[in-house]
Every structure is written in structure tokens, then in C-alpha cells.
């Protein structure tokens, strides 16, 4: 039986005393839950956060990281810089690959760059709406998830479905559609030697609370990668909760 996960992703919001705060709710809910929760702050707040989380089980994500160890890369923050204090990274946000153009390639060499720091890559594949729309979803995250990996299945992996017309839209796919999807990635896991039965594929976008039931009844869903509802303590506890209702 997979563990269920829940993964926060703050994104570009927080100051530093509500990411404290939150960090300090996400410690609480896990000391009562049995669900893993990863917290993925902005870069900025990661020390202060670890500090809050002092060595309990809530485990520390960063949002992205760069793929080249070092060197003249101004404003950015390497795999391997951020393996100091996480022990996941995101890897392919829908917002990554539109807003700062990562493309599949570069999804790759940062999916390789986290895993040789020893960083578990959170790995986002998901259509947009038009492919939506023009029934490609299935081709779109299958060519995510193969170049993604790029001949490296093994290792540690966590994989998230997020199509991109739910995220921050309040539209959540159906429970039945997300798993649908997640059966398709996890049986499209199986031909590249990954070992597909233990990976933990999460649903994303729109995830709150009174939806989130609906997912974890799903038998290839297990867990959320949650945006804004991860902002509300009261919300994200109880998704912790029904998905340790779960496991
Ligand atoms: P949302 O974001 O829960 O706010 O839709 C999810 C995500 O982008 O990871």
C-alpha cells in the first residue's frame, strides 16, 4: 500500500511569520496523521521554515531548482544548493513551463540534477486547456512524463497530474477523469523499468477540502499537490487527515 502524500505549494506568497506559522500548523497535523506532507515555501523562507519544522517528519520541497551545480547564473539557486536543506524539489509546474519557458528538455536536465543532489523530484505533468479540449490530454502528459525521464526511471519519483485549466481556476477535474489520468501515467510508467506500482502520482489543481474525498477514493491517486487551499491551516489538515483516513 502507497502512503499517502500531500505536497504544499506556496508559490510566491507568504511572508516570512505566516510561513513560520504554517509550518508550525503542517508540524501539528502530522504529529496526528499518518499522511507524509512535504512543504515547498519560496526559496527565502526554506531556513526558517527547516527551523520551525526541526527535524519532525513534514519533510521540506523547494519549488524549483537550477540544473548546473554552480556559476554565473544570476538569481538563480542550484539542485544541489537546494539539497542542503530539502528533500524534494518540484520539477515541471505547469506555471515553470509557461511563464519562464522550461521546456521538456530543460524538465529533464532539472529532473536529473535533483535526483544525482539526492533531492526526490516532485515531477508536474498536466494538458492545457486547448489539448483538453481537443481530447490530447492523454499524448500531452505521456510525452511529459517520457522526456521528463529521459531513459533515468529509476529512483525516487513523485508524480503529479495537473492540467492546467484547474489551477487556481476553482474548476477541479472530476475524480473520475484525474483518475483516469493517473492510471494512464502510472501504466505508462510501467514500459520505462520505473517501478510503477510504488510511485505516489497526486492529483493538482483547485484541490480543497471538500473536494479532496473524491480523489482519495481514486485507486491510483495518492495524495494532492495543493496550492492555495496549502495557505489555510484548517483547510490543509484536513485533507491531511481524510487522506490518512486512507491509508
Ligand atoms: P491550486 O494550485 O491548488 O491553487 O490550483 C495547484 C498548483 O499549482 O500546484
Given at each position: 500500500?502507497?502512503?499517502?502524500?500531500?505536497?504544499?505549494?506556496?508559490?510566491?506568497?507568504?511572508?516570512?511569520?505566516?510561513?513560520?506559522?504554517?509550518?508550525?500548523?503542517?508540524?501539528?497535523?502530522?504529529?496526528?496523521?499518518?499522511?507524509?506532507?512535504?512543504?515547498?515555501?519560496?526559496?527565502?523562507?526554506?531556513?526558517?521554515?527547516?527551523?520551525?519544522?526541526?527535524?519532525?517528519?513534514?519533510?521540506?520541497?523547494?519549488?524549483?531548482?537550477?540544473?548546473?551545480?554552480?556559476?554565473?547564473?544570476?538569481?538563480?539557486?542550484?539542485?544541489?544548493?537546494?539539497?542542503?536543506?530539502?528533500?524534494?524539489?518540484?520539477?515541471?509546474?505547469?506555471?515553470?513551463?509557461?511563464?519562464?519557458?522550461?521546456?521538456?528538455?530543460?524538465v529533464a536536465a532539472k529532473l536529473r540534477a535533483a535526483r544525482e543532489a539526492g533531492l526526490t523530484p516532485i515531477l508536474v505533468v498536466g494538458e492545457d486547456e486547448s489539448s483538453h479540449a481537443a481530447g490530447r490530454a492523454?499524448?500531452?502528459?505521456?510525452?511529459?512524463?517520457?522526456?521528463?525521464?529521459?531513459?533515468?526511471?529509476?529512483?525516487?519519483?513523485?508524480?503529479?497530474?495537473?492540467?492546467?485549466?484547474?489551477?487556481?481556476?476553482?474548476?477541479?477535474?472530476?475524480?473520475?477523469?484525474?483518475?483516469?489520468?493517473?492510471?494512464?501515467?502510472?501504466?505508462?510508467?510501467?514500459?520505462?523499468?520505473?517501478?510503477?506500482?510504488?510511485?505516489?502520482?497526486?492529483?493538482?489543481?483547485?484541490?480543497?477540502?471538500?473536494?479532496?474525498?473524491?480523489?482519495?477514493?481514486?485507486?491510483?491517486?495518492?495524495?494532492?499537490?495543493?496550492?492555495?487551499?496549502?495557505?489555510?491551516?484548517?483547510?490543509?489538515?484536513?485533507?491531511?487527515?481524510?487522506?490518512?483516513?486512507?491509508?
Amino acid at each position: 500500500m502507497r502512503q499517502p502524500i500531500l505536497v504544499a505549494n506556496w508559490k510566491m506568497n507568504t511572508t516570512r511569520d505566516d510561513a513560520v506559522a504554517l509550518a508550525r500548523a503542517a508540524r501539528e497535523t502530522a504529529a496526528a496523521t499518518d499522511t507524509e506532507i512535504v512543504l515547498c515555501p519560496p526559496y527565502i523562507w526554506l531556513e526558517a521554515v527547516a527551523g520551525s519544522l526541526d527535524g519532525g517528519p513534514v519533510r521540506l520541497g523547494a519549488q524549483d531548482g537550477h540544473p548546473e551545480p554552480r556559476g554565473a547564473y544570476t538569481g538563480e539557486v542550484s539542485m544541489r544548493q537546494v539539497a542542503a536543506l530539502c528533500t524534494h524539489v518540484i520539477v515541471g509546474h505547469s506555471e515553470r513551463r509557461r511563464l519562464f519557458g522550461d521546456t521538456d528538455e530543460v524538465v529533464a536536465a532539472k529532473l536529473r540534477a535533483a535526483r544525482e543532489a539526492g533531492l526526490t523530484p516532485i515531477l508536474v505533468v498536466g494538458e492545457d486547456e486547448s489539448s483538453h479540449a481537443a481530447g490530447r490530454a492523454a499524448e500531452v502528459v505521456v510525452r511529459q512524463l517520457e522526456s521528463a525521464l529521459d531513459g533515468a526511471p529509476s529512483g525516487g519519483l513523485v508524480l503529479a497530474y495537473e492540467p492546467v485549466w484547474a489551477i487556481g481556476s476553482g474548476r477541479p477535474a472530476g475524480p473520475a477523469e484525474a483518475q483516469a489520468m493517473a492510471a494512464l501515467l502510472r501504466g505508462a510508467l510501467r514500459p520505462l523499468g520505473a517501478d510503477a506500482d510504488g510511485v505516489r502520482v497526486l492529483y493538482g489543481g483547485s484541490v480543497r477540502a471538500e473536494t479532496f474525498g473524491g480523489f482519495m477514493e481514486q485507486a491510483d491517486i495518492d495524495g494532492a499537490l495543493v496550492g492555495g487551499a496549502s495557505l489555510e491551516p484548517a483547510q490543509f489538515a484536513a485533507m491531511a487527515h481524510r487522506a490518512a483516513a486512507r491509508a
